[in-house]
């Protein structure tokens, strides 16, 4: 668990309970925070965490470290270059493909992602083809 946050300052914030919310972020309870107002003075604030302060499982993850991923698909057919991922129901990796144009690809786990940060790729064991989409 999450034992602490920062501030685009620097500044060390306790936190005493995180819950996951839609669409990537979360709701935290900091120490200090003891009243609905001193609550509602925080809305809106962005708080930032130290990677290494972050535990996640072998097949988590950090956006951050996705984006530059060459990308394959099941034929070994390069894609592009990972460029974001959308946070929705449905994670979907964004792709900035040579001709300049934009494919997008959800994250299945039926489509058997397989992410390598050494080789810095992230290519697919099953057919993308009816679930990639393409941007004109």
């Known amino acids: 668990d999450l034992k602490k946050v920062y501030t685009k300052d620097g500044e060390e914030k306790r936190v005493k309970s995180i819950k ?12 200090g925070v003891l009243t609905r107002n ?24 950090f956006i951050v470290d996705l984006i530059g991923l060459t990308v394959y698909d099941d034929n070994s057919q ?3 270059i990972v ?6 129901s449905v994670d979907m990796f964004v792709i900035k493909q040579e001709n300049g144009k934009t494919a997008y690809i959800p994250y299945l786990k039926k489509l058997k992602p397989i992410v390598n940060l050494e080789s810095k790729t992230l290519a697919f064991e099953e057919d993308i083809k009816d679930v990639i989409y393409y941007e004109d």
């Open 20 to 31: 996951d919310a839609f669409g990537g972020f979360a709701f935290i309870l900091l120490g």
């Open 38 to 61: 001193d609550a509602e003075l925080l809305r809106g604030q962005k708080y930032y965490a130290k990677k290494s302060d972050v535990k996640k499982s072998d097949t988590s993850y």
């Open 78 to 80: 390069k894609i592009g």
């Open 83 to 88: 460029s974001d991922v959308y946070k929705s």
